[in-house]
């Protein structure tokens, strides 16, 4: 198993969500990308769009596939990660850093507590088939 940074929550989609202040950035697990394959494409909404937990807010397109993003948690996009435009390869390359994709100000901060911890998305993972 790989090591999941302790200090992110985790979604059974696989997205990952770190507090930053009053702010939550949002990006896809090293398992994800290990999924995807090679990145190629990343669609992500505007700022000012709102976002629903558990709800699409963009897509992702790698050699293997086309993959939908759902938000971990409900609020309004502050900032897209503009570089992964020119470089979809940040999400394979630093998944963690620089191909981060979103950074919101989220609707309810305590919904970033019902996530999994990095122990929790580890042994879920444990659960699926791969």
């Keep these: ?7 992110l929550r985790f979604t059974k989609d696989h997205e990952w969500a770190r507090r930053e202040g009053d702010n939550v950035r949002i990006g896809i697990t090293s398992f994800a990308v290990d999924q995807l394959g090679d990145v190629t494409l990343v669609d992500l909404p505007a700022t000012g ?5 558990a709800k699409h807010f963009g897509d992702i397109e790698s050699v293997k596939a086309v993959s939908e993003l759902f938000a971990p948690l409900g609020g309004e996009v502050l900032e897209s990660n503009a570089a992964l435009a020119d470089h979809p390869e940040l ?6 850093d620089k191909g981060w994709m979103l950074l919101i100000r989220p609707k309810s ?3 970033l507590d019902k996530l999994f911890d990095a122990a929790a998305y580890e042994a879920f993972l444990g659960t699926l088939d791969h």
């Excluded at 769009?49 to 937990?53: E, G, N, P, V």
């Excluded at 999400?91 to 963690?96: D, L, R």
């Design 1 to 7: 198993m790989a090591n999941y940074p302790a200090d």
């Design 49 to 53: 769009t709102q976002l629903t937990a």
């Design 91 to 96: 999400v394979n390359e630093s998944p963690y």
């Design 109 to 111: 901060p305590t919904e």
